[in-house]
Structure formats: C-alpha cells, structure tokens
C-alpha cells in the first residue's frame, strides 16, 4: 500500500524544477528519494549515477542490487526502507559532489528526515557519513558503530560500489554493519545507554535534544 505524506509530496515538488546549483543543467530527472515515507530505516547515499539519473530512482545499478541483497540478509526489502542520496542530481561523470553543490541540495535531505522520522539514517560512504555526523574522518574508522544521533540512530557503512571494488573483506564488514542495523530496529543495542549523542558541535556539553525547538533542530542536523 503506497502512503502518501503531503509535506514530503510538496518537499519532492521543489526539488523537482530545483536549480540551486550547477548539477540542474544536465540531469535528466531529480532522484529525490523512494520508499516507505514511514520507514523506520532511512538510508542515505552520495548522489544519483547514470541509471539513477535516466531512471529517478536511487540505487537501481549494480550496487543497488547489492544493498537490496544485504537488506534482504537482515530481513527487509526495498519497499520496507526510504532510500535517498545528499544530492538529488547526478554529477556530470559520476564525478564527486562538490562542497556548494552539498551545501545547496542539503536542506531537501535535513527535511526529508524530519519528515520521514526513521528510527536508524544508515549513511553510506564517506559524503553522508561526513555530512551528518559533522566528521572529518573517513567511513573506515566511522563505521562499525550505532550513533546517538539527534533522538534517533545514525550507523554508517561503506558505500555498496566500495565493496564491489574491494572484494569480500569489504562485504563482510558491510554485513556486520547491516547486523547492528537490525539489532538497533530490533531495540537490542541502545547507543543512547550511557554514551555522548552526536551532532552537537560541542559534544561535550550537548544541549538536551528533548528542549530544542523542532526549527533550531532542523538547522542544526548537518
């Protein structure tokens, strides 16, 4: 059964003649999101490839069928997810997004996951990861690790296209990451239990989520 939600119905509307950025001159379609608008995993990619782009559907090449294979290992299918990606345009040659480009595109996604409200955001590769946990690390040595992250659960793993590239250790640490996914949905880790919760610039003293306003938390996701 397709839900409609009229505020992320109206949000994919703007995106659709969005022109905020260099990367609307030569798309094809806006790749703005797909899926359960009430999933309790959102996962979140880089941005849309050629079949993305032709298509306006995200993940839909070779590494969408990988992550829909690994999904599938922890029990959930397409349907039971909200896939989207930082930027909703494919860069010209699959090249990287730019930082403007970023900065430009990020507020569709920041609304999308208020919108959404997903139990666990599942970032893939280094753009999401770095994006939403403000982190200048790289997804090798973010991943493996469930994140308090703004009342919900932010748990990053590599983008599927790296373990296309690099063979079984990379697949097998991917399934390691989508096994804590479903021990975080099934209420089996708890990272809010005694940790730090992620997205305060100062970590240390981070102002109690439960008081921030639904618009200074908006503003201040990523």
């Given amino acids: 059964m397709h839900v409609v939600v009229p505020e992320l119905e109206q949000l994919a509307a703007q995106a659709e003649v969005c022109r905020d950025c260099r990367l609307c001159e030569e798309r094809t379609t806006v790749v ?41 290992e922890i029990g959930l299918e397409r349907r039971d997810v909200y896939i989207a990606n930082v930027v909703k345009c494919r860069p010209p ?58 009342k919900r659960v932010l748990v990053p793993t590599f983008h599927p296209a790296a373990a296309l590239r690099g063979g079984q250790r990379v697949l097998e640490q991917m399934r390691d990451d989508m096994e804590l996914i479903r021990q975080v949905v099934a209420g089996e ?11 305060s610039e100062e970590a240390a003293e981070p102002e109690p989520v439960e008081h921030v306003p639904v618009e200074a938390e908006q503003a201040s996701l990523f």
Avoid at 189 to 199: C, K, L
């Fill in 32 to 72: 703005f999101g797909t899926g359960d608008p009430r999933a309790d995993v959102m996962i979140v990619g880089e941005g849309p490839g050629r079949e993305e782009d032709l298509q306006g559907i995200p993940f839909v090449g070779r590494s969408g069928k990988l992550l829909d294979q690994l999904l599938g």
């Fill in 93 to 150: 040659g699959n090249r990287d997004p730019r930082p403007d480009e970023i900065d430009a595109c990020k507020h569709y996604l920041r609304e999308q996951i208020q919108i959404i409200d997903p139990t666990v955001v599942v970032t893939l590769g280094n753009f999401s990861t770095k994006l939403l946990l403000r982190e200048q690390r790289g997804i090798t040595k973010l991943r493996g690790v469930a994140y308090a992250w703004w």
């Fill in 189 to 199: 880790v708890d990272p809010y239990a005694g940790s730090e919760e992620a997205g």
